[in-house]
């Protein structure tokens, strides 16, 4: 079965930085396309970052210039270096794969996600 563990949250200042975690088991991030999403209260959830198989990489705008995503494939694990952090921020961060097989629905995996609080 497919796992996503997000590990790395916690409380921080503003203008302080984190270092998220996303430990895949049941599947290859290498091949699969690899995101992190995030939901404050009453908040729709928003693409935060993404990164591809082939390594290419997005971010909200809102996020541009300040995170980092990125993928270790000997340990089958994507990171996401938030610096400069802001009270907005504030949210919980979910680990996603969108998985695509040939000749079968696509996958769409999600973790149990990781509280990041920013204070002002």
């Known amino acids: 079965q497919v796992q996503l563990v997000e590990s790395g949250g916690g409380l921080v200042q503003a203008g302080g930085s984190l270092r998220l975690s996303c430990a895949g088991s049941?599947?290859?991030?290498?091949?699969?396309?690899v995101n992190w999403y995030r939901q404050a209260p009453g908040k729709q959830r928003e693409l935060v970052a993404g990164?591809?198989?082939?390594?290419?990489?997005t971010y909200a705008d809102s996020v541009k210039g300040r995170f980092t995503i990125s993928r270790d494939n000997a340990k089958n694990t994507v990171h996401l270096q938030m610096n400069t952090l802001k009270p907005e921020d504030t949210a919980v961060y979910y680990c996603?794969?969108?998985?695509?097989?040939?000749?079968?629905?696509?996958?769409?995996?999600w973790g149990q996600g990781t509280q990041v609080t920013v204070s002002s």
């Open positions: 996603n794969v969108k998985q695509q097989r040939w000749l079968m629905p696509p996958g769409d995996y």
């Open positions: 990164i591809t198989s082939g390594g290419s990489t």
């Open positions: 049941g599947i290859i991030f290498s091949i699969n396309a």
